[in-house]
């Protein structure tokens, strides 16, 4: 009976020795916790290996406390169940040094992100300035290109410019070989004329009212041949025939001995005629204001006779300072 008692008092007094040495351990652990957030002192590094030197010695000497403690109650008939060790406690030293190792280990991935950062921050800096370099070439080169188009458009408005004058217009001297009245228009006639051409034109006229078909077969005027087509009542007219209009309408008549496809010139205004006038600018509208019959009948553009190089001048049969058209 005095052996169970004091085999129950070394027990009690082994379970009191082994929560002691559970709450130092824990202050231990908490305490490397703290030195381990501040490894970059070196003063605490020494403190730090102390500690864990202490710690392994403790968990040695309670080790040796639960064997002891499990001998004697076995010896007292005390049945022993497996409990599960704590890995935190229970950890070689060895291992815990390996984890430190990996803990010392981490912060190199930062360092070397850290030196990656400023060497992208360099070749980005580097990029940035070469993608500035060449927008600035071609910036500087735009302005160029841009002047130099300017240039050449303001050229060509200049030469435009210049040469709006009656030297645009294609007159030419033609002769009426067929005229019939258009199917689809009682006031319009639809002509065939010879202009010295490969084949003749058919021109639209609005003159059934003021010109008898007779005196239009066969009749040869003046022709204006270079504006663009356009359909009147469905049938494509290639052509205009100049007339002097004063409330009524005459026919210019050109100079004796003409034959189709004789142009008509001006002194002083040389050069040649569009191919084809542009309808959006309206070249035949400027000059036509300038375009009239004067004193004498003769049809001139701003007082310069229309006149067909030696053989004479274009008049109208009766009808002065008219407008012509």
Not at 19 to 30: F, N, V
Not at 39 to 53: F, I, P, V
Request: with cysteine.
């Amino acid at each position: 009976m005095a052996i169970r008692m004091a085999s129950a008092t070394v027990l009690k007094g082994l379970k009191l020795r082994a929560d002691q040495a559970d709450g130092i351990i824990a202050q231990l652990k908490h305490q490397i916790a703290a030195l381990q957030t501040a490894t970059a002192l070196s003063a605490g590094k020494g403190e730090e290996e102390q500690l864990r030197e202490k710690n392994n010695a403790l968990q040695d000497e309670i080790e040796t406390v639960k064997i002891s403690l499990k001998v004697a109650e076995i010896r007292n008939g005390v049945k022993q169940i497996g409990v599960p060790q704590r890995r935190g406690i229970t950890t070689s030293a060895g291992q815990r040094g390996a984890g430190g190792d990996k803990a010392a280990q981490a912060p190199p991935p930062q360092a070397a992100k850290a030196t990656d950062q400023p060497q992208a921050k360099k070749a980005k800096t580097e990029a940035g300035q070469a993608k500035d370099a060449g927008q600035a070439k071609q910036d500087k080169e735009k302005p160029a290109k841009d002047n130099k188009s300017k240039g050449k458009k303001a050229e060509a408005g200049a030469g435009e410019a210049e040469k709006m004058d009656v030297s645009r217009l294609d007159f030419r001297v033609g002769k009426i070989v067929a005229v019939e009245k258009h199917p689809d228009a009682d006031t319009l006639y639809v002509e065939t004329v010879d202009l010295g051409e490969e084949k003749p034109r058919t021109i639209v006229s609005g003159l059934v009212n003021h010109i008898p078909i007779e005196q239009m077969q066969d009749r040869v005027a003046v022709f204006m041949c270079n504006l663009k087509a356009s359909k009147m009542r469905g049938v494509s007219s290639e052509g205009m025939i100049m007339c002097a209009k004063d409330g009524k309408i005459e026919i210019l008549e050109p100079p004796p001995g003409v034959i189709p496809g004789d142009r008509v010139t001006f002194d002083g205004y040389p050069g040649t005629p569009d191919k084809q006038l542009n309808p959006k600018k309206k070249v035949w509208e400027t000059l036509k204001p300038d375009i009239r019959t004067n004193k004498e009948r003769v049809a001139t553009f701003k007082g310069v006779p229309f006149k067909v190089e030696g053989k004479g001048i274009v008049k109208a049969p009766t009808l002065a300072d008219a407008e012509i058209s």
